[in-house]
T-cell receptor
Framework: ETGVTQSPTHLIKTRGQQVTLRCSSQ?????VSWYQQALGQGPQFIFQ???????GRGNFPPRFSGLQFPNYSSELNVNALELDDSALYLC????????????FGPGTRLTVL | RKEVEQDPGPFNVPEGATVAFNCTYS??????FFWYRQDCRKEPKLLMS?????NEDGRFTAQLNRASQYISLLIRDSKLSDSATYLC??????????????WGAGTKLIIKP
């Protein structure tokens, strides 16, 4: 196992609601990336946090936001949920910049009705 | 053209056979390359990093061809347990000078008895 944990494992929400997903990184890792993975697709990069600062963002709207805490755990917040937000949300932790190997948590499966 | 492309498959291969897949990337400045394995409804798990000189781990061999901008994964003596989706990931430099991983959509491999 990678030591990366995520909660909750599954979540059902309705359109317009807000959701917070959580990720605890592997011990010794200071960077967390969040990804959205739709069925049959590869992970799509949402953003990454390094030492509590966002230092990279993919093509996602501002209603996707995040935080990283001093212990390097992280949250992903999504406001005004849309049906297309239904996906597996993955966080990956690693050391330093995006060149390094990333280790994933088990993911949160979000369903928006 | 997608930044990272893979043949989605599925590749149906008899147990014991050798199978290979490629992953092409468009950004010639990419420096880090990875193969991940993803089982159904699970998170991606790192299979191997891909180095310039190529690398081997047991039955698995990964190679990088910078001139043609692709990476390859070779699986020898395939096992039933090798059935999974194989994702490639390539790092790309963001406009803000940070790196992110760009993912292919994956190649589905089915090993048949």
């Amino acid at each position: 196992e990678t030591g990366v944990t995520q909660s909750p494992t599954h979540l059902i929400k309705t359109r317009g609601q807000q959701v917070t997903l959580r990720c605890s990184s592997q011990s010794g890792h200071n960077t967390v990336s969040w990804y959205q993975q739709a069925l049959g697709q590869g992970p799509q990069f949402i953003f990454q946090y390094y030492r509590e600062e966002e230092n990279g963002r993919g093509n996602f709207p501002p209603r996707f936001s995040g935080l990283q805490f001093p212990n390097y755990s992280s949250e992903l917040n999504v406001n005004a949920l849309e049906l297309d937000d239904s996906a597996l949300y993955l966080c990956a932790s690693y050391v330093g910049a995006g060149n390094n190997e990333q280790f994933f948590g088990p993911g949160t499966r979000l369903t928006v009705l | 053209r997608k930044e990272v492309e893979q043949d989605p498959g599925p590749f149906n291969v008899p147990e014991g056979a050798t199978v290979a897949f490629n992953c092409t990337y468009s950004n010639s400045a990419s420096q880090s390359f990875f193969w991940y394995r993803q089982d159904c409804r699970k998170e991606p798990k790192l299979l191997m990093s891909v180095y310039s000189s190529g690398n081997e781990d047991g039955r698995f061999t990964a190679q990088l061809n910078r001139a043609s901008q692709y990476i390859s994964l070779l699986i020898r003596d395939s096992k039933l347990s090798d059935s999974a989706t194989y994702l490639c990931a390539v790092n790309c430099l963001l406009m803000d000078s940070n790196y992110q991983l760009i993912w292919g959509a994956g190649t589905k491999l089915i090993i048949k008895p």
